[in-house]
Structure formats: C-alpha cells, structure tokens
C-alpha cells in the first residue's frame, strides 16, 4: 500500500487484506503501531479513490471496529471526513449503517472546533436529516436510527455552528416529528432530546425551539418514569426559561407552568446507577446558575453536575475546578435567598471537590 499508493488494483486488493486481517483472533495479536500504520494506509486509500465503491467499502468494514475506533491512534477527524464523504457519495444500507456508526464514535473523539468543521458542511447534515427523515416515515427505528442520531447530538455538542445548520436545514421540525413518531421509543426520545438541548445551549438559537408543538412535548416527557428522557426534557426547559419571561414567546403553556413541572420532576428523580451523559464543558450550566435565577433552573443545573460529578468525580471534578465551577457554587451559598435544597446539592458537590483534590 505505501509501495503503490496510486494503483486502484494494488490498494483494492490491499483493503480487503487489511480488513480480514484486523478481524477475529489474529487481530488480537496484532501490536497497536502496526494497526495504526494499517489504519492511516486505509484512510489513504479512501483520499484516493473517493469514486471506487468497493474499495470505500472495505475501508469501512475495517474502520468499523471497536478496538480500531478507541484504542489505535490515528488522525480521527480526517477519518470523520472521510467517512462522511463515502456515507455521502453511496447509498446502501449496509454502507451508511456503518459510516454512522464509525462517525457516532469519532465526533465525540475530536475536538470542538473539528465538530463544528465537520458539522457545519450542509451537505453532510442534509444528508444526515434525510436518512432521520426516511426512518420517521417509514417509522423504523433500527441500529442505524440510532448511530445516525448518536453522530448529529455529538456534532452538535458545544458546537453553534453545527446547531445553526441543523436549524437551517430544517431539522427542528423534523425532530419534533420523531419525537412525535417514535413516542415511548425511550432510546431514541433520549438522543433527539440531547441533541436540542445541545441547541438550547445557545443563547441566540433558543427562540427557533420555541415553538407551541415542542413545548407541549416537552410538558409529557418531564414527567417521564424514565430518567434520562425527564433529564434531556428537563434540560431544554432550564435553558429556555433562562431568558426570562420576555423572552418566554409560546402560549401553550407559560413560563411558570412550565417552571413549576421543572421543579417537580427534578424533585422526585432518583439517583440513577450508572453515568446518564457526558459533557465537554461545564460552561453552559453556569448562566443557569446565577443567584438571581429562578429555583428550578438553578435545581437542573447543579443536579447535573452533582450526577456527573458523583459518577466520574476524576473527570469531572477536576474540570469544574478548572474552569472555575467553584465560584458559581460559592455565589450560591453565600446568597441568602437561595433554596435549601441547592445548598444541600451544593455542599455535597464541595465535599466531593475536597475528596478528590
């Protein structure tokens, strides 16, 4: 492959080897640098011969591989655009499970401003809603549902500019039909909610999801037994209503209606066993924390924090500390109209940091 980098025949043949090479016991003995070589040769390939349907393939077939995707290292986001590129260029249901599935896992292993690079090309979100649109109209919620939702609420986190794509192709209405669609689907309710509270984040796309459809959604899925659908809703009402009341445009149900379902869905959650979310960045919760917010937004946010923190305290106390968490924390404590339950959630968050570091 290095030898003949231009012959179609030599990399065509040379993909399938490396595929059936990296699959079953053997690839287990082969040592990672080798695996990356062959990885990073693959991804040559794929520059190559964009038009070359069989040889996209093969690449993708050996790239869709977990011990590939989280252990061996290579250049992940030319690896994201590469594979956005074929998911692009072919259709065939086995071709675009698998671009999704490898892109699912990439976007959350790049960095922010890779996301939105990637994320801000029209062509990939077009092509991204459509094959959402196709299942909500056929109403399949298959694997490849899931990978293609999991892939956008990745590239939309902490990334605007992918947001504001999403929204300009269309995709708030869309996701409100699969809400819509696959009622009760509680992985699929899951991810569409994560991905528009990675929208809600952003202080001037907030009023393209306010809309009466959304908000009434949003009313059912607080009171959800399942604590991640409750959690996610829960998420878009805190940052909505963080704007205050002038900002509050739908009439379906007000602020305050809304605020007090906040409020109780937060307060009757229990403690869930494992991690529910991951997060890049702690910096959107603290707007919402504010001594002069209202109780139940103030209650979304440091539950939050208080869950991953409890549930991954070297990851994620470590990163409140280092983007000064700690302050907005202490601003709470130190007013005197804040909540008791804050200051309990609080306290304990501090007890963490002292445990910890």
């Not at 964009?50 to 061996?72: F, G, H, M, W």
């Not at 990675?198 to 393209?208: D, F, P, Q, Y």
């Not at 109780?264 to 001594?291: G, H, I, T």
Request: charged share 20%; hydrophobic share 45%; with cysteine.
């Amino acid at each position: 492959m290095e030898a003949h980098p231009t012959k179609f025949g030599v990399q065509m043949a040379a993909t399938a080897c490396v595929y059936n090479l990296t699959r079953g016991e053997l690839s287990k003995r082969i040592h990672p640098k080798l695996l990356s070589r062959g990885v990073n040769l693959t991804l040559n390939a794929m520059m190559q011969f964009p038009d070359e349907y069989q040889l996209q393939k093969n690449a993708l077939l050996t790239l869709c591989s977990d011990r590939i995707l989280q252990e061996v290292s290579f250049d992940r986001f030319r690896c994201a655009k590469l594979v956005l590129d074929s998911l692009c260029a072919f259709e065939g249901s086995n071709m675009n499970r698998m671009a999704v599935a490898i892109c699912s896992i990439l976007a959350a292993k790049v960095s922010t401003d890779e996301t939105s690079e990637l994320g801000a090309r029209p062509n990939y979100m077009r092509k991204l809603l459509s094959m959402v649109q196709s299942r909500m109209e056929t109403k399949v919620s298959d694997i490849t549902m899931k990978f293609t939702l999991s892939a956008l609420w990745n590239l939309t986190d902490e990334s605007a500019a992918t947001c504001t794509v999403f929204l300009e192709q269309g995709g708030a209405t869309l996701f409100l039909n699969v809400l819509k669609t696959f009622r009760f689907d509680s992985a699929i309710e899951t991810k569409v909610l994560g991905l528009l509270n990675n929208i809600a984040e952003v202080e001037k796309l907030r009023m393209s999801l306010m809309l009466n459809s959304l908000i009434e959604e949003l009313y059912s899925l607080l009171k959800s037994d399942l604590i991640d659908v409750s959690y996610f809703a829960a998420g878009i009402v805190a940052h909505l209503a963080s704007d205050g009341p002038l900002y509050w445009s739908v009439n379906k149900f007000t602020r305050d209606e809304m605020l007090v379902e906040l409020r109780n869905a937060v307060s009757q959650w229990k403690v869930p066993d494992s991690e529910m979310v991951a997060y890049r960045s702690f910096k959107p919760f603290f707007p919402l924390m504010r001594p002069e917010m209202d109780y139940p937004i103030q209650l979304w946010a440091v539950w939050a924090i208080h869950h991953v923190c409890t549930k991954n305290p070297s990851r994620y106390c470590l990163m409140l500390r280092e983007e000064k968490g700690v302050e907005y924390l202490l601003d709470l404590l130190a007013d005197a109209k804040t909540h008791e339950d804050i200051r309990s959630l609080v306290g304990q968050i501090l007890q963490l940091l002292k445990v910890h570091f």
